[in-house]
């Protein structure tokens, strides 16, 4: 069953026999018992070889649904999927961590009710509920551990919460984590092995897939890409340090930046967005740049620079095969992505650049969902098999 939710689409038996090595008797038999407890079922027929078509097997809508929220430090996310990780229902809006957890969970359950509702049921069919959130989250526990951005969650039992809620497993961690997991299951970095996506957005952070697992590290901070030490004279950093690339590189770095650009004239574009009384946001910044002024394209370049420099560092330790870039800030568009190409090209050694290309998300705003759905929806097929 693990392999049908891997395969993201209706698999025959003979493919089964194939992957698992397994002999067509037992495998026959696990089908049986699957489709007879409910969890899979006959979706259709595989194209013809000549002989006679055999059927294919996928996970029905019946088994159950996933509830997959991605929170993030300024938006929230949530949908109802398939155990087999299809998105039925979805919704996305504004939201502020800084709020804090009580007011922040009361928004995903209204949410959650909304969608069930929109999908003429209730909550007895939730089987999981998989979080994705903007904090470091200890991984034996599911807490959020002195979260920067994130006031007031400090060791918050957000899975207590949503298990009272629901009577669900939930399944906790941080976003980076579960975007990786969303877009090595189902985007760009489906069938790759070794894969770093990296989040550019209010903070910036990475997901580790190694030998096609998340890597996650005994206490779940791998990929803390943001707070690597770029420059030991840099701004303070929400974590307490100094000169983080997160302090230097993230969207509230850019706009301040950008704000410097509009105060001092040199940015015409910026200057009006600001005189207007908007605040600047890395969309604008992108605009700005996208009409040629030539501040946006600086303030764009540098956080592309030393997003590029620092993921140079990693790719000469772990050689992945391939990077993609995702959140917020990488919807400025192609200089961003550019200039982080370039910059990554630059710095590590040629063997390990050779093949490795660098790209945009490609499930874009839903890759948290997506990974929150696949985070749990492993989860309940572990303890099934
Ligand atoms: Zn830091």
Known sequence: MAHVHAEAKPVSRAQLTAALKATRGKISAEVAGLIEAGFLAEEGLAESDGGRRSSLLGIPRSAGLIVAVDLGATSVDVALTTLG??????????????????????????????????????????????????????????????????????????????????????????????????????????????????????????????GGRLHRGPQGCAGDLGHVMVDPDGPTCTCGNRGCLEAMAAAPAMVARAERCARDGRSEVLARIVGEGGELSARDIGE?????????????????GLVGQTLASVVSVLNPSLIVIGGGVSH???????????????????????????????LDDIAGVVGASVMAAEGVIAVRN
């Open 332 to 362: 400025i568009g192609n200089a961003l992505l550019a200039e982080i190409r370039s910059s990554v090209y630059r710095r590590s050694l040629p063997l390990a650049t050779r093949n490795l290309p660098v790209v945009m998300s490609e």
């Open 288 to 304: 700005a740049a996208r009409r040629g002024d030539a501040c946006a394209l600086d303030v764009i370049r540098r956080t592309g």
């Open 85 to 210: 990780s299809e998105i039925l229902a979805y919704r996305g809006e504004p939201a502020d961590v800084r709020f804090g957890p009580e007011p922040v969970l009361e928004r995903v359950k209204a949410l959650v009710a909304e969608l069930l509702e929109e999908q003429g049921t209730g909550r007895e069919e939730i089987l999981a509920v998989g979080l994705g959130l903007p904090g470091p989250v200890e991984q034996t526990t599911g807490l959020l551990t002195v979260p920067p951005i994130m006031p007031g969650w400090d060791r918050f039992p957000i899975r207590e919460v949503l298990l009272r809620e629901y009577a669900a497993p939930v399944f906790v961690d941080n976003d980076v984590n579960v975007m990786a997991l969303g877009e090595h299951w189902g985007g760009v970095g489906r069938g790759v092995e070794d894969m770093i996506f990296v989040k550019i957005g209010t903070g910036i952070g990475s997901g580790i897939i190694i």
